[in-house]
């Protein structure tokens, strides 16, 4: 079964330090996964997807098939980090192509 | 650059009634995603269309209807509203042609908030 876990749902660190945001995948094959940010009151934004391999707002995401694992990290937190992030898998039946959530790890950055 | 527009942002409804929420994606993106999130909740996906035929779906109750039209334009239609139904829904897009069908990026609007009383 398709499946994505985020294990924490609250995730609080001091600015400037690092953070990392668990994923954890379930999937019988060759997923797509992907990092959604959703800021206060904001819409869904991509933050990034494993395939470009890029590295958003210094954040970065390895895609780990043997843990399959695709966690985000980022060496120095900053405030306007806080947000819910998602992390999300892409199916690739034959036209199913919705996106299996994680339930989000909310992230609070302190002062 | 154009982003995805959904309307109307906020709606209020009574239970029972009737309520039409609209999508227009990306310009030349084929596919259209509708997800619910509760408060507090991830976003479930709901259904999806692609080039105007219903491509997936998801956990949408049988009191709601969806479509798509000639123009890609989405609407999802939802009646016999009940309090359960309050939620924020996103309308998502993408362009299964340009990127080959192979887990492309969806584009996110910035949600309609539905408060049922």
């Known amino acids: 079964a398709q499946r994505v876990t985020q294990p924490e749902k609250l995730l609080s660190v001091f600015k400037g330090a690092p953070v990392e945001l668990k994923c954890n995948y379930s999937?019988?094959?060759?997923?797509?996964l992907f990092w959604y940010v959703q800021y206060s009151r904001q819409r869904l934004q991509l933050l990034l997807r494993?395939?470009?391999?890029?590295s958003i707002k210094g954040f970065t995401a390895d895609l780990n098939k043997g843990e399959t694992s695709f966690h985000l990290k980022k060496p120095f937190a900053q405030e306007e980090d806080s947000a819910m992030y998602y992390c999300?898998?892409?199916?690739?039946?034959?036209?199913?192509?919705?996106?299996?959530w994680g339930a989000g790890t909310k992230l609070i950055i302190k002062p | 650059a154009a982003g995805v527009i959904q309307s109307p942002r906020h709606l209020i409804k009574e239970k029972r009634e009737t309520a039409t929420l609209k999508c227009y994606p990306i310009?030349?993106?084929?596919?259209v995603y509708w997800y619910q999130q509760g408060p507090g909740q991830d976003p479930q996906f709901l259904i999806s269309?692609?080039?105007?035929?219903?491509?997936d779906k998801g956990s949408i109750p049988d009191r709601f209807s969806a479509q798509q039209f000639s123009d890609y334009h989405s609407e999802l239609n939802m009646s016999s509203l009940e309090l359960g139904d309050s939620a924020l829904y996103f309308c998502?897009?993408?362009?299964?042609?340009?990127?080959?069908?192979?887990?492309?990026?969806?584009?996110f609007g910035p949600g309609t908030r539905l408060l049922v009383l």
């Open positions: 998502a897009s993408s362009s299964k042609g340009l990127a080959g069908g192979r887990g492309e990026t969806q584009y």
């Open positions: 310009p030349r993106h084929d596919t």
């Open positions: 269309f692609y080039e105007k035929m219903q491509s």
């Open positions: 999937y019988s094959g060759s997923p797509e």
């Open positions: 494993h395939i470009s391999r890029e």
């Open positions: 999300a898998l892409s199916g690739l039946g034959d036209s199913n192509y919705q996106l299996i």
